[in-house]
């Protein structure tokens, strides 16, 4: 990367792209004195309970960003990263990771953007997780959720892009949370596709520790989004927006990946 970059500087770097800490190290060492200001995004999932022994938080508080610290959190660049079956198995860890070696590494300013999941663009949203929900309402078929569904929070993808751009023109470092206000829990999102759709979902209850749809989650680990807000972003709710993300999936051809 050293030797692609040669003796190009740049304002700020935008990484969307890093998943591990051996990457994060090869990036530092690369961008190290080349530009002022180094932006990194993560994801909501560094909260998540079931990957890491994080403290617990009652349900209904919203989890803030010290609740993992990347200026104390272990790195092991000896883990097998590069196997790919590994990386996604561990997509959280590798996450945090990244984070803490940026945080330690100096050279520019850091800050890491912790993501909400992200909806909207119709086939942009290439994971296909709004089209699990909006395929099966419209043709009848089973949602499988939990028992008792807890809340999470999402960011239209064009609210996280103006949040990027904000964060590379600032000075503030560290991690930042990204979601849009108000939390929604996997029958709020049926809900809503099903007043567009015109069909009702139907859902199927699964048991303890079985795998349910996607945003359908039994352990709490929603973000709050206030230190964003008091470094000066606004952010949309989520219901303003969301309606808009179904209709777009609505209209699109059904997704290979749901």
Same mark, same amino acid.
């Given at each position: 990367?050293?030797? #692609?970059? #040669?003796? %190009?500087?740049? !304002?700020? +770097? +935008? !990484?969307? $792209?890093?998943?591990?800490? $051996?990457?994060?190290?090869?990036?530092?060492?690369?961008?190290?004195?080349?530009?002022?200001?180094?932006?990194?995004?993560?994801?909501?999932? +560094?909260?998540?309970?079931?990957? *890491?022994?994080?403290?617990?938080?009652?349900?209904?508080?919203?989890?803030?960003?010290?609740?993992?610290?990347p200026?104390?959190?272990?790195? *092991?660049? !000896?883990?097998?990263? @590069?196997?790919n $079956?590994y990386?996604?198995?561990?997509?959280?860890?590798?996450?945090?990771?990244?984070?803490?070696?940026?945080?330690?590494?100096?050279? /520019?300013?850091f800050?890491? $953007?912790?993501?909400a999941?992200v =909806?909207?663009?119709?086939?942009?949203? /290439?994971?296909?997780?709004?089209? @699990?929900?909006?395929?099966?309402?419209?043709?009848?078929?089973?949602?499988?959720?939990?028992?008792?569904?807890?809340?999470?929070?999402?960011?239209?993808?064009?609210?996280?892009?103006?949040?990027?751009?904000?964060?590379?023109?600032?000075?503030?470092?560290?991690?930042?949370? *990204?979601?849009?206000?108000?939390?929604l829990?996997?029958?709020?999102?049926?809900?809503?596709?099903?007043?567009?759709?015109g %069909?009702?979902? +139907?859902?199927?209850?699964?048991? *303890?520790?079985?795998?349910?749809?996607?945003?359908? /989650? !039994? %352990?709490?680990?929603?973000?709050?989004?206030?230190?964003?807000?008091?470094?000066?972003?606004?952010?949309?709710?989520?219901?303003?927006? =969301?309606?808009?993300?179904?209709?777009?999936?609505?209209?699109?051809?059904?997704?290979?990946?749901?």
């Amino acid at each position: 990367m050293t030797a #692609a970059l #040669a003796s %190009r500087s740049f !304002d700020v +770097v +935008v !990484d969307q $792209v890093c998943y591990t800490p $051996v990457q994060a190290a090869i990036a530092a060492r690369a961008f190290a004195g080349r530009t002022r200001r180094y932006v990194m995004t993560s994801t909501i999932e +560094v909260y998540d309970p079931a990957t *890491a022994a994080l403290p617990a938080v009652p349900p209904g508080t919203p989890v803030p960003e010290e609740m993992v610290d990347p200026a104390t959190w272990l790195v *092991a660049m !000896d883990l097998p990263w @590069h196997d790919n $079956v590994y990386l996604e198995a561990h997509y959280a860890e590798g996450k945090r990771q990244a984070e803490a070696v940026f945080a330690r590494a100096g050279g /520019f300013e850091f800050t890491s $953007v912790r993501s909400a999941h992200v =909806l909207g663009g119709g086939t942009q949203e /290439f994971t296909g997780r709004l089209a @699990h929900y909006t395929e099966r309402i419209t043709q009848g078929e089973e949602i499988a959720v939990h028992a008792k569904a807890l809340p999470t929070v999402f960011i239209h993808y064009e609210e996280l892009a103006d949040l990027l751009l904000w964060a590379t023109m600032a000075d503030f470092t560290g991690p930042l949370n *990204a979601c849009s206000d108000g939390p929604l829990d996997v029958r709020g999102l049926a809900a809503t596709i099903a007043a567009q759709a015109g %069909r009702e979902p +139907v859902y199927r209850t699964v048991p *303890a520790g079985e795998e349910a749809s996607p945003f359908s /989650f !039994d %352990r709490h680990y929603a973000m709050s989004n206030a230190r964003a807000k008091e470094l000066g972003f606004s952010f949309s709710r989520t219901t303003d927006w =969301l309606p808009g993300a179904v209709a777009e999936t609505l209209t699109t051809e059904p997704s290979p990946t749901a």
